[in-house]
């Protein structure tokens, strides 16, 4: 009866197959299905529309896009160095994937967003400032931050340094440090970041964070809170936290500790964390102009669009920030 059980056993393995290629299906439709509204979206015209839809809610938006609409025309990569992401050759064993090792799953990440690490990294001209954005993308490993990561990061505030841009900007969308690589991981993400962000403020560059999503773990607890402003790019954004509600109530000892806005924008804002909450992220652009501009008290200001509109409008800012 060897033969019915191999039989079956082939059987559940083309099934698992099938089922597994469903959500790659989904993500390849030209429709996005909104979690708040639940109005379903042609993607197109959210790409019209910045990737919001029309009850406000804020999908994420490709890194790319996000560098296309910061920059004011060209820029340039900051390429990622050749770093091993898997030091520790780490595989997954979970039962169903039993020898599946994590280096596949990055090399899954590669593909799929076409970058090399989690990070987009580029320089090039921001209302007329020069700048290095640092973008993490949250279709790659929702974000992880493992040593490739770090020393793309580290690699990014370097050529910042090293060029005496005036702003340095990092788009947040992080679930923390990579657990698959352990210590090295830890110490890579967490230690190197905080470095790197030390050297660019010791340069005198204005560092901006700007929060489009979840930013958790040891990303959190590491170079976020090191930004002279920390900006939530919609009262959506939520899970701005080191840990979950879960874990968190479990340290407090009850769920009944933790304020219905914990982690979430409002809540963040309240607690005086962040600076400053947008109506949405087509303001974000002109905010950041807006306030690198009286940090460096240019006098000869550099302009948005909205500034060419409004010329008056930036002079009065500019005199009273100095
Ligand atoms: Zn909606």
């Not at 990579?178 to 352990?182: R, Y």
């Not at 790019?233 to 840990?243: C, D, I, P, R, Y």
């Given at each position: 009866m060897n033969w019915i059980t191999d039989k079956i056993e082939k059987i559940k393995q083309k099934a698992k197959k099938i089922f597994k290629k469903q959500p790659v299906a989904q993500e390849t439709t030209d429709w996005k299905n909104c979690p708040q509204c639940k109005k379903i979206s042609y993607k197109p015209d959210l790409f019209k529309n910045s990737?919001?839809?029309?009850?406000s809610f804020h999908f994420d938006m490709p890194p790319k896009l996000r560098l296309d609409s910061l920059f004011d025309s060209e820029y340039k990569f900051i390429e990622a160095p050749d770093i091993n992401p898997d030091p520790l050759g780490f595989e997954v064993k979970d039962g169903a994937r039993e020898g599946y090792r994590y280096m596949d799953k990055v090399k899954k990440y590669r593909k799929t967003t076409g970058q090399v690490t989690a990070l987009l990294a580029a320089s090039g001209n921001v209302s007329g400032l020069n700048a290095v954005v640092v973008c993490f993308n949250p279709k790659f490993g929702a974000g992880r931050f493992g040593p490739a990561e770090s020393e793309h990061f580290l690699k990014a505030a370097n050529f910042a340094i090293e060029k005496k841009v005036d702003i340095w900007i990092v788009v947040y969308q992080s679930s923390g440090i990579?657990?698959?690589?352990?210590l090295v991981g830890l110490a890579g993400g967490m230690t190197k970041s905080v470095i790197a962000m030390k050297q660019v403020k010791e340069a005198g560059i204005p560092t901006f964070a700007v929060a489009a999503r979840a930013v958790s773990g040891g990303t959190y607890a590491s170079n976020f809170f090191m930004h002279d402003f920390i900006i939530i790019?919609?009262?959506?954004?939520?899970?701005?936290?080191?840990?979950g509600k879960r874990v968190t109530a479990n340290i407090l000892k009850?769920?009944?500790?933790?304020?219905?806005?914990?982690?979430r924008a409002d809540g963040v804002m309240k607690a005086g964390l962040a600076d400053i909450t947008l109506e949405?992220?087509?303001k974000l652009k002109e905010t950041i102009t807006k306030l690198a501009n009286i940090i460096l008290k240019k006098q000869d200001l550099k302009t948005t669009d909205e500034a060419h509109e409004n010329p008056e409008d930036f002079k009065k800012t500019a005199s009273t920030a100095s």
């Open positions: 990737y919001i839809c029309e009850c990579d657990v698959h690589t352990g790019e919609h009262s959506s954004v939520e899970n701005l936290l080191f840990s009850g769920a009944d500790a933790i304020p219905e806005d914990f982690g949405n992220r087509k």
